[in-house]
T-cell receptor, first 112, second 114 residues
């Protein structure tokens, strides 16, 4: 069974640009979660999508947004990139809400 | 109150020894406590998880001990192996409130020396 897949694996952007990260959940999983793992800040919850709807968001500005598609895959969009957005962005999925979360290997985003 | 405090930040153990990582929380609404293992360049992998209705859960060489009254839980790795060298994260969530959010500790980097 394929795990959570994320693309791209690495990305380099400059300040002010916009970026879209993609995530495909484990087959059969309907919930998708996004986390930011920045150096020194640990893993921070960003967003949770379930059945196509945003169910919860963490303490991040509105320039972080996303969506979930009918096939349960998801995108994370970040506008007006800032230097502190440099981080590993991790996607996780679960069978449904309240089930264990399984992570992909992330997208490493570097802002120059 | 939303924090999970993890210690130590780093740990060096000899092969065959016991690795112990501790976590503490304040919010009594937390009702699900997973541990994740992360290797460099990889995402966190779910290792083992516990709910507050049990005091201990064992899976192979990995054991979670849970102390509800002290609001603490710990991961014990028995017979530690060099292949266990990784960063370990504890986490907590309020499953009953259905927030979807895992709150992570700061991580412990474990090095097992051969």
């Amino acid at each position: 069974e394929a795990g959570v897949t994320q693309s791209p694996t690495h990305l380099i952007k400059t300040r002010g640009q916009q970026v879209t990260l993609r995530c495909s959940p484990i087959s059969g999983h309907t919930s998708v979660y996004w986390y930011q793992q920045a150096l020194g800040l640990g893993l921070q919850f960003l967003l949770w999508y379930d059945e196509g709807e945003e169910r919860n968001r963490g303490n991040f500005p509105p320039r972080f947004s996303g969506r979930q598609f009918p096939n349960y895959s998801s995108e994370l969009n970040v506008n007006a990139l800032e230097l502190e957005d440099s981080a590993l962005y991790l996607c996780a999925s679960s069978l449904s809400s309240n089930q264990p979360q399984h992570f992909g290997d992330g997208t490493r985003l570097s802002i120059l | 109150q939303q924090q999970v405090k993890q210690s130590p930040q780093s740990l060096i153990v000899q092969k065959g020894g016991i690795s112990i990582i501790n976590c503490a929380y304040e919010n009594t609404a937390f009702d699900y406590f997973p541990w994740y293992q992360q290797f460099p360049g990889k995402g966190p992998a779910l290792l083992i998880a516990i709910r507050p209705d049990v005091s201990e859960k064992k899976e192979g060489r990995f054991t979670i001990s849970f102390n509800k009254s002290a609001k603490q839980f710990s991961l014990h790795i028995m017979d530690s192996q060099p292949g266990d060298s990784a960063t370990y994260f504890c986490a907590a969530s309020m499953g009953s409130s259905n927030t979807g959010k895992l709150i992570f500790g700061q991580g412990t980097t474990l090095q097992v020396k051969p």
